[in-house]
């Protein structure tokens, strides 16, 4: 990781070693918590960065997409049968009767 000392972006050096200190953790549990997965590790670390750094008029609108977010991907997706509208269960009709299509004419 490259040091980021710039006392513009981070305020005083007390600050950026602070910042810098805190990202080594981040990385170390994020290696923890997604092992084998270093870009999705990646890019979780630099999401946390970017919020880190978003200026104070961008936080309320972070939040609120990141909330939306968390909450769309939380919720566990509806199995196929359920998105068709077809019933999980055998229902308790009985066939009648068939009958057969004639065959599909194309014309050309």
């Known amino acids: 990781m490259t040091q980021v000392t710039d006392a ?4 005083s050096e007390s600050q950026a070693r602070a910042q810098m ?9 994020l290696r923890h918590a997604h092992e084998g997965d270093g870009d999705i590790a ?3 670390v630099l ?4 919020v880190a750094m978003m200026p ?3 936080i309320n609108e972070a939040f609120d997409s990141l909330k939306s977010m968390l ?6 997706a509806l199995p196929p049968s359920r998105l068709l509208g077809q ?11 068939t009958t057969r299509r004639p065959d599909l004419a194309i014309a050309e």
Do not use: D, H, N, V
């Open 21 to 29: 200190e805190g990202m080594s953790a981040l990385m170390a549990w």
């Open 87 to 97: 019933r999980e269960s055998g229902g308790t009709g009985r066939i009648g009767s």
């Open 56 to 58: 104070p008029e961008g």
């Open 71 to 76: 909450l769309f991907y939380s919720e566990p």
């Open 47 to 50: 999401s946390c960065f970017m």
């Open 8 to 11: 513009k972006t981070f305020g």
């Open 42 to 44: 990646a890019k979780t």
